[in-house]
Nanobody, 125 residues
Framework: QVQLVESGGGLVQAGGSLRLSCSASGNILSIDTMAWYRQFPGKQRELVASITDTGIQNYADSVKGRFTISIDNGRNLALLQMNSLKPEDTGAYYC???????????????????WGQGTQVTVSS
């Protein structure tokens, strides 16, 4: 079974930086897209940034120029470097993987829309 583990959240002052890490495991052969979402209290989860296995990146307008997403395909690892953090960036951040090919019992499977447990980011003013 494919699992995602996030790390790197925490408390930081406005203007500071954090780096989130998402590690995917589970006999993975490939991942089409890795992404970070965030959720504010009482709001729906929203896309922060995504990156494909070929390196195509997409960012929410609110984080462009401040956040950078990257991947290490060999280690099935996605990183989100967050700079110039603002109090409005405070929220729960979730890693997501889409179209994950993995093997089990000599067979190849594809699973979509896999989520991590989330990591809290708090930016104080």
């Amino acid at each position: 079974q494919v699992q995602l583990v996030e790390s790197g959240g925490g408390l930081v002052q406005a203007g500071g930086s954090l780096r989130l890490s998402c590690s995917a495991s589970g006999n993975i052969l490939s991942i089409d897209t890795m992404a970070w979402y965030r959720q504010f209290p009482g709001k729906q989860r929203e896309l922060v940034a995504s990156i494909t296995d070929t390196g195509i990146q997409n960012y929410a307008d609110s984080v462009k120029g401040r956040f950078t997403i990257s991947i290490d395909n060999g280690r099935n690892l996605a990183l989100l470097q967050m700079n110039s953090l603002k109090p409005e960036d405070t929220g729960a951040y979730y890693c997501n993987c889409d179209r994950v090919r993995y093997y089990r019992d000599s067979r190849v499977y594809i699973t979509t829309d896999v989520w991590g447990q989330g990591t809290q980011v708090t930016v104080s003013s």
